[in-house]
């Protein structure tokens, strides 16, 4: 890869962007590096419970400055995906408003009457009367879609079921399982490039899951990058069957070289 083709970037946010409401220091000199310099890049997260417009709110406040239209969540890719499988349908909704807002956006008709999907996401507040409702039209023949496989997610207080878990309770009452949209899905991967408008060749995926960010970039055709800013150590990533492109402590050793991560121009210099 030359400076002629820059690289693309997809990366993904919580724990290569930030840690907790907290900056991942080197990130913003990394982020201001990529718009100084009008290198395409997403910041890709499987949480469906925000919008964009949120997410970059949330984002600003920890001192990053990211586009609206540089942000792709799970909610965006599974709208994306029903549009295309089935455009103007219609969906029974357990989630909140990046979810909701995304298939709206599509013009989808959001029902718990007949519904075409049954469309399970992340909320703060699942409810027992909605996830039985689901479990209903599911039985019905309703198609069960999922946002994203995660089956956990942090709060200070300990864990918290997430999306996954909950797909599996309904899975194991009515025996049908769902098609999850987001990470490891290396179709969340390609929506992303479709939006950026590049190419898996000239793209790479930063992350700090080898079982989600990893696994995906590799399968969607893409360098990848591990960083060990987030939940991923050295010796986890040895644990796995499949490696990322290059180990790095986190985005910051990125500072400087965007144009050519893997240092290929020196080494055909140097050849």
């Known amino acids: ?36 310099n009008g290198i395409g890049f997403m910041v890709l997260t499987n949480n469906s419970i925000y919008t964009p417009r949120d997410l970059q709110a949330r984002l600003k406040r920890t001192g990053l400055e990211i586009p609206e239209a540089s942000i792709w969540t799970s909610a965006l890719a599974t709208a994306r995906f029903l549009d295309e499988q089935r455009p103007g349908g219609s969906a029974y909704v357990v989630g909140e408003s990046g979810l909701t807002t995304a ?12 519904p ?32 994203n496989p995660d089956e ?22 009515t025996g049908r399982a769902p098609y999850y949209v987001g990470k490891p899905n290396p ?5 992303a490039l479709r ?20 696994r ?6 893409l360098q990848t990058i591990l960083v060990l800013s987030g939940i991923s150590d050295r010796d986890t990533a040895e644990l796995f069957p499949y490696r990322p492109t290059k180990v790095m402590n986190s985005v910051a050793d ?6 050519d991560p893997f240092g290929t121009t020196a080494a055909a210099e140097n050849a």
Do not use: C, Q
């Not at 956990?152 to 009452?173: D, F, N, Y």
């Not at 995906?216 to 055709?221: D, Q």
């Open 1 to 36: 890869m030359s400076n002629e083709t820059p690289w693309n970037f997809l990366m993904d946010m919580d724990g290569v962007l930030v840690r907790e409401e907290h900056l991942v220091p080197g990130a913003d000199a990394f982020v201001a590096e990529l718009r100084d």
């Open 103 to 114: 298939l709206h956006n599509i013009g989808y008709v959001l029902t718990d009457r007949d």
């Open 116 to 147: 075409d999907y049954v469309v399970l996401g992340e909320t703060r507040t699942y409810s027992f009367e909605a996830i039985t409702r689901a479990i209903r039209l599911v039985e019905n023949g309703a198609r069960f879609i999922a946002t």
């Open 152 to 173: 956990k997610g942090p709060s200070r207080e300990g864990s918290l079921p997430a999306t996954g878990a909950v797909a599996a309770l309904i899975e194991r009452v």
């Open 187 to 191: 179709l969340m991967m390609r929506s």
């Open 195 to 214: 939006t950026l408008g590049a190419h898996s060749e000239s793209t790479l995926m930063i992350g700090d899951r080898m079982d989600t960010d990893v």
């Open 216 to 221: 995906s970039g590799l399968e969607a055709g």
């Open 254 to 259: 990125l500072v400087g070289i965007t144009h």
